[in-house]
C-alpha cells in the first residue's frame, strides 16, 4: 500500500518537474526567438555614414502618433475653432503666420540644414527625391474640361514641392498650414523647426528607421528586413540628419505594450519637439536607450 503511494507520489513529482522543464525550454526559445540583432542594418548603414560611429539602427519605422498630452487642450481648442473647415486664413491665424510666402521660405530653411537636401531645379528636384513628376489632372469631356495652370514657383520652392509629393495647383503655404494644422498635437506646430523638418520627412515617407551614430541623429530610408530565404536588396538612403549637439533632451517612456513599443519625445535646442514611436522589441529599444545614454531625459525603467 506505501508503495503503491510512493510510487504515484513519484510518478506525480516527475510529471511536475517534466512539465517544469518543458516551459523553462519553451520560454528559451521564446526568448531566442524574440532576440534581435541589427548587425545587418549597420553593415548596409555604415558606407552612408564615413568617419562616425554607428551605435543604433532601428529595426522598425519611426511614426508620429496622432495625439499628444501637451497639445490635447489646444486640440479641442482648434476643434471648436476651425469645426471641419481648412480655410487657409483660419489655418494662417491660430498658426500665427503673418506672411505665408515668408513663412514658406522660413520651412525651407531647416530643411536645408538638417536633412541636408540638395533642392535642384524643376525636374531635377523630382529626379532627386526619386519620385515621377506629378501628371496634370486629366482634362474631362470638351463642354467640362476647366484647364488648371500650375502655380509658379521658384526653382527653389519647386524641388522642395517635389521632393515632398505637394500639389502643383495649390499654394504651397496652404499645404503646408494643413500639415502643421493635422499634426501639431504631435511636435511643436511649427514646421520652420528641426521638429518641423522632421515631420515633413516622416509625413513623405513610410518604413523610416533611426539611427544613432557618436555625432548625429540620423532618419533613414531602408525598407523591412526580407525573409531569411531571400536576398537583400535594400538600398538605404539618409533622409534627415541632426547634429547630436542640437538635440537638448530625449524623454523616452515604454506604454502599455512596452515590450513592442518605445515612445520618445524629442527637444531640440531651438525650442521645437516631436513625439516619435518606435514599434521594437525590448533588444532594440536597449541598444536605443544605450546610444542616447549621453543625452539628458528621463528613461524607463529596466
Same mark, same amino acid.
Given at each position: ?55 543604433? *539602427?532601428?529595426?522598425?519605422? +519611426?511614426? &508620429? %502618433?496622432?495625439?499628444?498630452? /501637451? =497639445?490635447?487642450? !489646444?486640440?479641442?481648442?482648434? #476643434? ?21 510666402? *515668408?513663412?514658406?521660405?522660413? +520651412?525651407? &530653411? %531647416?530643411?536645408?540644414?538638417? /536633412? =541636408?537636401?540638395? !533642392?535642384?531645379?524643376?525636374? #531635377? ?178
Amino acid at each position: 500500500m506505501m508503495s503503491g503511494e510512493r510510487g504515484r507520489f513519484g510518478r506525480f513529482t516527475e510529471a511536475v518537474l517534466g512539465g517544469a522543464r518543458a516551459a523553462r525550454d519553451r520560454a528559451r526559445e521564446l526568448r531566442d526567438e524574440f532576440r534581435t540583432s541589427d548587425e545587418t542594418e549597420r553593415a548596409l548603414v555604415a558606407p552612408l555614414l564615413p568617419g562616425q560611429e554607428l551605435r543604433y *539602427v532601428g529595426l522598425g519605422p +519611426v511614426r &508620429a %502618433p496622432n495625439t499628444h498630452k /501637451a =497639445g490635447r487642450q !489646444l486640440a479641442h481648442v482648434m #476643434a471648436d475653432e476651425v469645426v471641419d473647415s481648412l480655410d487657409p486664413k483660419v489655418l494662417f491665424g491660430l498658426l500665427n503666420i503673418v506672411n505665408p510666402v *515668408v513663412w514658406v521660405d522660413a +520651412v525651407l &530653411a %531647416p530643411v536645408r540644414l538638417a /536633412a =541636408g537636401v540638395l !533642392l535642384l531645379p524643376g525636374r #531635377a528636384g523630382a529626379l532627386a527625391a526619386g519620385v515621377p513628376e506629378a501628371a496634370e489632372p486629366e482634362p474631362g469631356p470638351p463642354h467640362q474640361r476647366v484647364r488648371r495652370e500650375p502655380i509658379a514657383l521658384t526653382e527653389e520652392q519647386e524641388a522642395f514641392r517635389a521632393l515632398f509629393r505637394l500639389s502643383l495647383y495649390r499654394p504651397l503655404a496652404d499645404q503646408l498650414a494643413e500639415i502643421a494644422y493635422r499634426r501639431r498635437y504631435v511636435f511643436s506646430g511649427d514646421l520652420a523647426t528641426l521638429a518641423g523638418s522632421l515631420l515633413l520627412f516622416l509625413e513623405r515617407y513610410t518604413g523610416t528607421p533611426l539611427a544613432v551614430t557618436d555625432t548625429h541623429l540620423h532618419l533613414l530610408r531602408m525598407g523591412p528586413r526580407p525573409d531569411a530565404d531571400r536576398p537583400d536588396r535594400r538600398q538605404p538612403r539618409v533622409l534627415w540628419s541632426v547634429p547630436r549637439a542640437r538635440v537638448a533632451r530625449i524623454d523616452s517612456e515604454r506604454g502599455a505594450t512596452g515590450f513592442v513599443q518605445l515612445t520618445s519625445t524629442i527637444v531640440f535646442d531651438d525650442g521645437s519637439w516631436i513625439r516619435l514611436t518606435q514599434p521594437a522589441l525590448r533588444d532594440d529599444q536597449s541598444r536605443f536607450l544605450t546610444a542616447i545614454h549621453d543625452l539628458p531625459g528621463q528613461r524607463p525603467t529596466p
